[in-house]
């Protein structure tokens, strides 16, 4: 018998008026995989994203983690079942230090100020902060900001943790710096689901790929076959230019 999933969605649907922006997606995660989750501009990824952690209640569908039904749960109470997400455009507390922006997550999971000090001490540690950690948040660099955004949800103490594109507008040097930290989470037990248009990072990273298109899921298997399937293929068609122009928003 196939262990239990740790993440089941279920026929996910979520519309927005008229748009659909997720349409009957269903997919499971098994605990201790990468997942990566790829597709064009606008096919759904941060929405389902929104979705699996609260942010968004699916107009119909259900999320289900560790067995129990968690869809329309509001963000902390799923939070504190062990799912964690970060945002597509980073969002430091500028006015904090760095040690302080990762507390924001660790205070999830500790009261005293004490243990979730040292709590957050280690999560940026692991993260390689630790020389900024007295450092404010607007002071952070691109890349350092994407990587508080990870230690801020690492505080949190995940079973499941869920990037949204936290490798747009890196360096080939950072991008590898990137995976190699994906790959120090992944050793802490931690089972990752992955959006990314990078696809440099994310094929030889991830165990397996599932794939978005307008709201759809249109493939699902191992890299290389996704990186060969023709549906995959012309569904990014065109988005070459897409991802040059993203990356430059990006550095804004
Ligand atoms: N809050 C919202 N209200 C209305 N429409 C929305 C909302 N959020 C997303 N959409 C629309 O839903 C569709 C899916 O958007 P989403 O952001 O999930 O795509 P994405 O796959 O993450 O794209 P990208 O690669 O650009 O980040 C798009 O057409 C988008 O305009
Ligand atoms: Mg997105």
Known sequence: MEAQPLLRVQGLTMKFGGLLANHDVSFDI???????????NGAGKTTLFSCVSGFLRPTSGSVIFNGE???????????????????????????????????????????????????ALSVLKLTGLWDKRDRMGSELTIPDRKRLEIARALGTQPKLLMLDETMAGLTP?????????IRNIRAQGITLLIIEHVMEAIMPVADRIVVLDAGRLIAEGAPKDIAHDPKVIEAYLGEKRYVRRKKHQSQL
Not at 30 to 40: C, Q, Y
Not at 109 to 114: A, G, L, S, V, W
Not at 173 to 181: K, P
């Open 173 to 181: 040097t950072e991008i590898q710096q990137a995976v190699d930290l």
């Open 69 to 119: 039904d968690i869809t329309g749960l509001k963000p902390y109470e799923i939070c504190q079942r062990g799912i964690v997400r970060t945002f597509q455009i980073t969002q430091p507390l500028y006015e904090m230090t760095v040690l302080e922006n990762v507390m924001a997550g660790t205070y999830c999971r500790f009261r005293r100020p004490k243990d979730a000090r040292s709590e």
């Open 30 to 40: 098994h605990p201790g995989e990468i997942v990566g989750l790829i597709g064009p």
